[in-house]
């Protein structure tokens, strides 16, 4: 039985989105993936992106993150009109991607997985001091209780204490929003019960969270936002509070229900 992660009230929406996307197309070859996609991000609210297999979820978090260069489209962060040309350009902006697959190195330790490519120091000798204060101050302030010491090799820990700790080195650089794709995927009750409070605390603390989620369980848990692609068009983006599970299916295999959604004509073939 699920637990409530808070019982905090859905925040306000805020008058300004940290980033926004307006008319975001992006084709590979004859197949058009994206197709004029709009979609806004706020400060202190978490917004899951949801879709069926195909939808265009993938695409357009890496588009967000400079992986993919958009076609056509405008990207704006914090109100300024961006070009994004690659992952360090995202970077510099504020915006971290938790991929699926955490891309944490096995035989070493948290410190060395949060500062993996970023370490502090000269280049002869890391300031290995100063990397654990900061480690261990960003994983204090994401209030994380599940690790016992930040020197713990990363292979002894479980699923969801690595999840906890690629969270942490996102927001350890300053970051302003953090997109996790499938965060809670194949985790246990009890672990993705964990990251779920961590997924609330980083948008209590005032980043934009962009939730990338099959498991509707979990999107109502924590998501204040719905933002639902279907073909490559984003065919709804409402609060969470204005609409129910069942209505979030229909508009993930149909791109419509009733008042929301507008499902677009296939005329350019399947994703």
Not at 1 to 27: D, F
Request: proline share 4%; glycine share 10%; hydrophobic share 45%.
């Amino acid at each position: 039985m699920s637990v409530p992660v808070t019982e905090q009230p859905t925040p306000a929406v805020s008058a300004e989105p940290i980033l926004s996307l307006r008319g975001i197309h992006k084709s590979f070859g004859a197949v058009s993936v994206l197709r004029g996609v709009d979609f806004d991000v706020r400060p202190g609210r978490v917004s899951a992106l949801v879709g069926d297999n195909g939808a265009g979820k993938s695409t357009l978090i890496k588009g967000i993150a400079g992986i993919h260069a958009f076609d056509q489209g405008d990207y704006f962060f914090e109100g300024q009109h961006v070009k994004v040309h690659g992952p360090k350009e995202a970077n510099n902006l504020g915006i971290e991607v938790v991929y699926q697959d955490l891309a944490l190195c096995d035989n070493l330790d948290v410190v060395d997985n949060m500062f993996l490519g970023r370490e502090v120091g000269p280049s002869v000798r890391l300031d290995e001091i100063s990397m654990e204060l900061r480690a261990r101050e960003t994983l204090d302030g994401l209030s994380v209780r599940t690790l016992q010491s930040v020197r713990t090799p990363v292979a002894s820990l479980s699923g969801g204490q690595r999840q906890t700790v690629a969270i942490a080195r996102a927001v350890l650089w300053n970051s302003k929003v953090v997109i996790l794709d499938e965060p809670t995927a194949a985790l246990g009750v009890a672990q993705t019960e964990q990251v779920l409070l961590l997924v609330r605390r980083l948008a209590d603390r005032g980043l934009g969270v962009v939730l990338i989620s099959h498991n509707l369980n979990d999107v109502f848990e924590v998501a204040d936002d719905i933002a639902v692609l279907y073909l490559g068009q984003l065919v709804a983006q409402v609060q969470a509070d204005e609409v129910t599970r069942a209505q979030v299916v229909e508009l993930i295999t149909t791109g419509t229900s009733g008042k929301h959604g507008n499902a677009p004509a296939n005329d350019q073939g399947e994703i």
